[in-house]
């Protein structure tokens, strides 16, 4: 067993600095502890000495990122718990700070805060992304407070096709959390992005990891309005309160809520109470500029970056001018066959050929084909409304770790 990083680092097969590298992604990324990509031979290598117990601890609970942007307390406590039956396994001498950093974080209360927790992506410029999301996948009647597979997988197809995307105009339908866009913002550099969503809760939480991620060196989430503090603690607090009645489930499908059903936040709840019109975007105005139907948003700091929020079964005609896009990216919306129609609608309505510019749209359209009728289903949809569509080649580039057991594709769609 290796005694040091240094008699490591001179087996070229174990490269510690890269299985380290590779550990901290995964851990910001809030990858199943069960699922870590640790190789046993290199694993059992690492954690055996105790100058390498410490570069773990650095590399993750003491990762400056985590200081400031922490994975979910129960994640972390079940990743020091992991490691240290690792380390019992292998008859390991374990080090006082591993015991510290585990005794620290069980002392920890575990209230609302754990509701909301962030995720932070690694691009391979060694850019990080800090996202704020739910650590529920169905949460508040909605997916789009977690970031989903085919939005890693969608967002890894962007990066590696990045000169199709530059300088263009661009519009994603149920833009979540914001990944895809902010990704695609950093990385091609677009004429204009639109996020776009319907449910307040996700558009209020987007907005934010926009703010923080865009025109950022590094992701800096402002402190926000007393509005903003109040939001945020009403969300905590119902998905808190609501975790565990977000979905049915048959067998081992999610019966979920479509995202096409806005929802307003609840404001029964003491001095939080919040007056809002539910039809109306909630953005900070220190940092957006509403325009005067109030559902469309321009980011101060740079006026190519907008949210719309767009309800599929209800658009109205003045949004539809502003949304003039040349790419339309979606990365799993097809999943409930009740708003299938209505996205169809939207995307016949948004592929057809610019007048003024002659420009003949192209959507993309991520998905993780859990059931196929559904997935066929779509298909029969875009051929019956004269929408045609290829299966494009996965990304070869991969960069962030997620489940691809299930299979993943991507769609390219345009009018005939």
Request: contains cysteine; charged residues 25%; proline residues 4%.
């Amino acid at each position: 067993m290796a005694a040091s990083m240094k008699e490591m680092s001179c087996d070229s097969d174990l490269r510690p600095e890269e299985l380290l590298k590779d550990l901290t992604s995964q851990f910001f990324e809030m990858v199943p502890v069960r699922k870590i990509k640790w190789k046993e031979e290199q694993a059992s290598a690492l954690v055996t000495s105790q100058d390498i117990q410490r570069s773990v601890l650095r590399a993750t609970l003491q990762h400056p990122v985590c200081l400031i942007y922490p994975p979910s307390l129960s994640y972390r406590r079940y990743f020091m718990k992991t490691l240290v039956h690792k380390l019992e396994e292998y008859h390991a001498e374990i080090c006082d700070e591993i015991y510290e950093a585990f005794a620290d974080l069980l002392e920890q209360r575990e209230e609302e805060d754990d509701t909301l927790c962030y995720k932070t992506y690694t691009l391979p410029t060694g850019d990080q992304i800090s996202l704020q999301e739910s650590v529920n996948l169905v949460s508040q009647g909605t997916t789009g407070l977690s970031t989903w597979q085919a939005a890693q997988h969608l967002t890894e197809f962007v990066m590696e096709n990045k000169a199709s995307f530059q300088n263009r105009n661009i519009l994603e339908l149920g833009s979540g959390l914001g990944l895809t866009g902010i990704v695609t913002c950093h990385r091609c550099k677009p004429q204009t992005y639109t996020f776009s969503d319907c449910h307040p809760q996700v558009l209020f939480l987007m907005a934010k990891n926009i703010e923080a991620n865009l025109t950022q060196s590094v992701p800096k989430f402002q402190q926000g309005s007393d509005r903003d503090k109040k939001i945020i603690r009403k969300i905590r607090r119902q998905l808190s309160l609501n975790a565990e009645s977000c979905a049915e489930f048959v067998g081992d499908e999610a019966i979920l809520v479509s995202p096409t059903q806005s929802q307003v936040f609840d404001a029964k709840c003491d001095g939080d109470e919040i007056q809002s019109d539910p039809n109306d975007l909630e953005l900070n105005m220190k940092y957006w500029k509403l325009d005067k139907c109030g559902l469309y948003g321009t980011y101060k700091k740079d006026e190519n970056v907008r949210i719309a929020k767009l309800d599929w079964e209800n658009i109205s005609d003045s949004l539809m001018e502003k949304l003039k896009p040349d790419f339309i990216l979606a990365a799993d919306v097809v999943y409930d066959a009740s708003i299938m129609p209505s996205l169809v609608a939207v995307l016949q309505m948004l592929l057809k050929p610019n007048v003024d510019t002659g420009q003949v749209p192209v959507a993309y359209i991520a998905s993780t084909v859990r059931n196929e009728d559904t997935r066929d289903n779509f298909l029969i949809l875009l051929g019956s409304e004269g929408l045609v569509y290829t299966i494009i080649e996965p990304p070869k580039l991969s960069v962030f770790h997620y489940d691809q057991s299930v299979p993943i594709e991507i769609l390219k769609i345009s009018a005939q």
